[in-house]
């Protein structure tokens, strides 16, 4: 009987129909297996995963595959987005086997746990080095009914060695400037100049360490860190990692052959684009580069347009295939998103086709699959489209006045026309602005990919960061109102009334799978960007609920964090990653709103615990930064402060709102901004500071000193100036 009827995760849902017997992650499931003296066949993968779709079309819709699984094993599915922990535990033990991992991961276990074989993806066929699924099943039921003292052995080993990875790190120190150097002269040596990412075959959005490398060149001046991030967001929003149509990035683009045009992985997630929008609007303010401008905003609307759910909350992603638009139900990767030549005359005409055709690299021998092209900017345009592009205008971020209100808020505004990847003129910026918006109405008919519409509550707080942030750097007040749509759903939803958190929900309703540490610490930074640019300390006290949960239940006696509560469910081990994968690692997350905190209320073991857990970054830092980025951003801001700006005024006062934004534009790595009236109790960085001769004033403070008030914008922006 297959159980995962009525279950709230899509992906387990679509195993529902299944011959395979799938079972959930739950107790019942390991003690069916005692009972059957059989082995549990644990599958785990994701909504959006494209090969996970393969492996369930080929083996578990199989009649005579389930069957077998049936009869030997009890199979259990697992969300990894729902269950992190579970999905960690047994991918290290994966990688620690195979020295490689990936969904969808394979792997059978005693009924008490104990992993002893593993995989990822199995053919319905073998093929050379890889056996078939089938054989793998059959081998593995052979070991267990005539080898199980071998099986027992291997097994208990392989637990006892993931229970002896325990890591502390409280006593390595805090960063230091070495630290920092050490590992922005690591990265060095990774990037590759002449194309600006990263190498190697398979490029992944590098969303933390852009965030270190732009902190690191605003607290120390160095300009090859600057460099270094222009490098690669020009690289990404170039290419076809970027979606030219409807914004928004896919998960990882590779290279199928030297020279060859860079093809995506088509799938779109949550994280990547909230991430990557606050990066490329962290670009803009410390460069005033058009084009980060542009990604960044169409990067939000295209999460507001494509991820909103009815609730209020964010979808986590849009699956890679879709069906294809011949009517013939037949589903392919990318087909939502690729174009041939005909595709574009049927569209735009003979002459619009033709620019297009240009502008994007679409070719009539196709760069993707079938003769299709996935749009990317390519030749000169690559050159003229660099998002850190030193000419581009930047009035807009250093204005501070009312004029900000024209920043240009979709692709077709004139002052992109640098971006546009041509000669720059502002006829043909329009002419690609109409381009990009018929093309959009055109693949809007199309079948649409599919949408994992569960809410995560971690990476619904990275999106809350970065429309919170967006829409206070661009006037975009709808943005900020739609951050605080999904903030209000994760206090109404996800939070008890003892401030715990359910990692997911659906359809208004909470999953039964409780918060881990990533879910409290991105929810937390989220709630203390909506603070800053709303003025409304309510979310203040949202993340300190939160951060205290994480003192009393994530953090163990010599400062080290654990991904799942000290009360969770308890696996073979417990899981404790610091390192960053696509997403910020809880630990550091957590050090970095606790910091933030700290700053915010003078809390001294908030920052205690946040210095104690920046140990790793000392210890990782320069070995793997590129696996620490988030760590290493939050070092820079310990190293600045983090300052702590209060601006205190008439609310909607104009000089209030100009000292405001002037705040939330500084460039001080971590700065906290609390904005209100004096004394208005919203803030405690708003506790005793008056106005300054009537008029609205910002008090600046860092390491324990604080500034003269300063009631003009040029003198506050000095005052949040690194090296200040």
Sequence with gaps: MNRLAGVTSPYLLQHAD????????????????????VPVLLSVGYSACHWCHVMAHE?????GTAAYMNEHFVSVKVDREERPDVDAVYMEAVQAATGQGGWPMTVFMTPDGEPFYFGTYFPPEPRPGTPSFRQVLEGVHG????????????????????????????????????TQAMALLRLTRDIDPATGWFRGDTRFPPSMVIEFLLRHHARAGSVAALEMAEGLCGAMARSSLYDQVGGGFHRYVLTPAPGAPLVPHFEKMLYDNALLCRVYAHLWRLTGSAPARRVALETADFMVRELRTPEGGFASALDADSALPDGSGKHAEGAYYVWT?????????????????????????????????????????????????????????????????????????????????????????????????????????????????????????????????????????????????????????????????????RDGRAGANAGVLEDYADAAEGFLALASVTGEGAWLDFAGLLLD????????????????????ERLIRRPQDPTDNAAPAGWTAAAGALLSYAAHTGSRAHRTAAERALGVVRALGPRAPRFMGWG???????????????????????????LHRAALLGAAPGAVVAAGGPDSGEFPLLADRPLVDGKPAAYVCRHFV???????????????????
């Excluded at 299944?18 to 003296?37: K, L, S």
């Excluded at 994530?554 to 509560?565: H, K, P, R, W």
């Excluded at 604080?706 to 200040?724: F, K, Q, S, W």
């Design 549 to 568: 949960g994480v003192l009393e239940r994530f953090t163990g006696s010599e400062g080290q964090l654990y991904d799942t509560a000290q009360d969770a």
């Design 59 to 63: 083996s578990f819709e199989d009649d």
């Design 341 to 505: 030549p005909g595709g574009l005359r049927e569209v735009l005409g003979e002459e619009d086709a033709e620019f297009a055709m240009r502008y994007f690299g679409v070719t009539e021998e196709g760069t993707f699959e079938h003769g299709s092209s996935v749009l990317r900017l390519p030749g000169d345009a690559e050159d003229a489209g660099d998002a850190g592009d030193a000419g581009d205008a930047r009035d807009a971020r250093d204005t501070g006045d009312a004029g900000d209100a024209g920043d240009a808020r979709d692709a077709g505004d004139a002052g992109d026309a640098g971006d546009a990847g041509d000669a720059g003129d502002a006829g043909d910026a329009g002419r690609v602005a109409s381009v990009r918006g018929r093309l959009l109405a055109a693949r809007e008919e199309r079948p649409r990919p599919g949408r994992d519409d569960k809410i995560v509550a971690a990476w619904n707080g990275l999106a809350i960061a970065a429309l919170a942030e967006v829409g206070g750097y661009f006037d975009r007040p709808d943005l900020v109102e739609r951050a605080t749509e999904a903030a209000d759903l994760l206090v109404r939803l996800h939070m008890d009334d003892g401030a715990r958190l359910a990692r997911t929900s």
């Design 632 to 658: 290493l951003a939050v070092a820079e801001a310990l190293l600045d402060g983090p300052r702590e700006v209060a601006v205190v005024g008439t609310p909607g006062d104009d000089g209030m709102r100009k």
């Design 18 to 37: 299944n011959p395979v017997d799938w079972w959930p992650w739950q107790p019942e499931a390991f003690d069916e297996a005692r009972r059957r003296d």
């Design 143 to 178: 070991a267990w009914t005539s080898r199980r003292d071998e099986v027992g052995e291997v097994a208990a080993k392989i637990t006892r060695d993931l229970a002896g990875r325990e890591l502390s790190t409280g006593d390595a120190g805090l960063p230091t400037d070495e």
């Design 706 to 724: 604080c500034a003269a008030p300063v009631t003009e914008v040029d003198a506050l922006r000095e005052e949040l100036t690194p090296g200040a």
